[in-house]
């Protein structure tokens, strides 16, 4: 432990499909797919937009591209500064 | 990357944690696996690092003392011989020895297709809370949730919490059978204070029995959702919807490793045993029973994988508990209306975008799959398998590796250590 009185950053900063968004520590992507609205993550087979609906890595609905690894579950990937998601949606 | 332990425990939350600390304490080696990135489970989520439960607290600070290793982000994806399991862990590959196994996979919720389930903001019941709880913003939302039991009540506390306007709750139940239910749990005090705790605070929020989802209406999103409230048809904008119906077991990786399964629970003896020798299950693999369900049978097969005797009162908390379990069941079980919500168009695979039309003619699980592509896709029939289950009573099928899409180099044996080759 440092003795240092100076907090932790208490945000992180990741990119989802290239917008900036800023988090408090402890936010799951799939969470952060929604900071500005419903979550989105993918598209279905006839195109149409589809959302986490588990949140617990039950559904695979919230998989996305996270740094360059596809089919993540979004739900089980805590956000990491500079982080790049990608969805298909 | 090769492993190996004493115990393999998989699944971190209560169960799991209560027999990985007790056998860790008595000296075994114990390896601990969990999808998530902290302990918790789904009842403790994020308890890791928020620290707001006092019990969720007290056996995380346990289980760090205890010496068992945690495997975060490990899924199991196969089983291929007695003793040995093959783990994914984000882009690496594990091989697992173990000596002996606890099963503490938890549950999951049901979910019960209904037109318009498939537009984003509809989630389960727990499903929108536990993305609540990991950082979705819903303040000034407008939720509705609709479901049954004490979950319904639960989830509504924590979307209060952070600042949701909730809207409405809809209990399935019929109300002869709910008030019935709330009115045995002055057999157990522990839920009855919960209980009260959590209907103390949701006086605000109208709520009803015999209330259920019709459909969720919207374009790109959920706008609005039609209801009926013992017998009258409603319409309510919002924001999000929960929706699903009780808990049911993740089974996979029991019927992975071979072990029986009854009634939607997996066979166990008095020591937790199943009938897979070595191989134990705890928590909500034996019946919906809730978190402390998943404490007592933790506590019990600690001690047994740890050679230490069981005391009487271990064994009497287990016996209440079930009897709490049994309560549940009842109060939860999915009324019949639920079953006919989905028109020919409603999707029921959500992965495979398989409607309800695509299955007529089906006679089981088996042709579902075959001829429909029902449960093929990336959950693997984690989703529509409960809903079938429901709807038309057929129930799982055996589980075969790959029980999660995995990469291939996943799936290869680890080539055997000097001392084990065969002479």
Known sequence: MSASKSTPPEVVTLRVNGRVVTVPVGTTVAAALGAEGVPVSRVDLGGRPRGPVCGMGVCFECRATVDGVPDVLTCLAPCREGQEVVTDA | ?423
């Open chain 2, 1 to 423: 990357m090769r492993e190996a332990c004493d115990l393999v425990v998989i699944g971190a939350g209560p169960g799991g944690l209560a027999a990985a600390s007790i056998a860790a304490e008595a000296g075994l080696s114990v390896l601990v696996l969990d999808q998530q990135s902290q302990p918790g489970g789904q009842v403790w989520r994020g308890e890791a690092r928020k620290r707001e439960n006092r019990l969720a607290r007290r056996w995380l600070d346990r289980f760090a003392a205890s010496g068992a290793r945690f495997r975060p982000g490990a899924r199991v994806v196969a089983a291929p011989e007695p003793g040995l399991l093959l783990v994914e862990e984000g882009s690496a590959s594990v091989a697992v020895r173990y000596g002996r196994a606890v099963l503490a996979t938890g549950a999951r919720e049901r979910f019960l297709p209904f037109p318009g389930w498939t537009l984003p903001g509809v989630l389960g019941v727990s499903g929108l809370q536990v993305l609540v709880k990991d950082g979705l913003p819903v303040r000034g939302k407008r939720v509705v949730l609709a479901g049954t039991g004490p979950l319904l009540l639960a989830a509504a506390a924590t979307l209060q919490r952070h600042g949701a306007e909730v809207l409405f709750l809809a209990e399935q139940a019929p109300a002869a059978r709910h008030w019935g239910f709330a009115l045995q749990l002055w057999r157990h005090p522990g839920k009855l204070l919960q209980g009260a705790a959590l209907a103390a605070g949701l006086v605000s929020v109208p709520t009803s029995t015999d209330a259920w989802v019709l459909a969720a209406e919207g374009e790109a999103r959920v706008e609005r959702v039609r209801l009926s409230v013992r017998g009258h048809e409603e319409t309510l904008s919002c924001d999000y919807l929960g929706a699903s119906y009780g808990l049911v077991p993740n089974l996979e990786l029991a019927k992975l490793l071979g072990c029986e399964v009854a009634s939607g629970a997996v066979v166990v003896d008095e020591r937790l045993e199943t009938r897979v020798k070595g191989v134990h299950a705890v928590g909500e693999l034996l019946g919906i029973g809730g978190v402390d369900q998943a404490l007592v049978t933790g506590e019990l097969v600690g001690h047994v994988v740890a050679g230490k005797p069981v005391s009487s009162e271990l064994e009497r908390a287990w016996r209440a508990v079930r009897t709490f379990a049994e309560l549940l069941a009842r109060h939860d079980a999915p009324r019949d209306e639920l079953r006919r919500l989905a028109t020919p168009q409603t999707l029921v695979c959500r992965c495979e975008d398989v409607p309800l039309q695509a299955l007529e003619g089906c006679r089981d699980l088996r042709e579902a799959r075959l001829y429909a592509r029902l449960g093929m896709g990336a959950c693997q029939g984690r989703t529509c398998g409960a809903a079938v289950e429901t709807l038309f009573g057929w129930s799982g099928e055996d589980v075969r590796p790959p029980c999660l899409p995995a990469r291939i180099g996943s799936l290869r044996l680890p080539s055997p250590s000097p001392h084990t080759r065969a002479s």
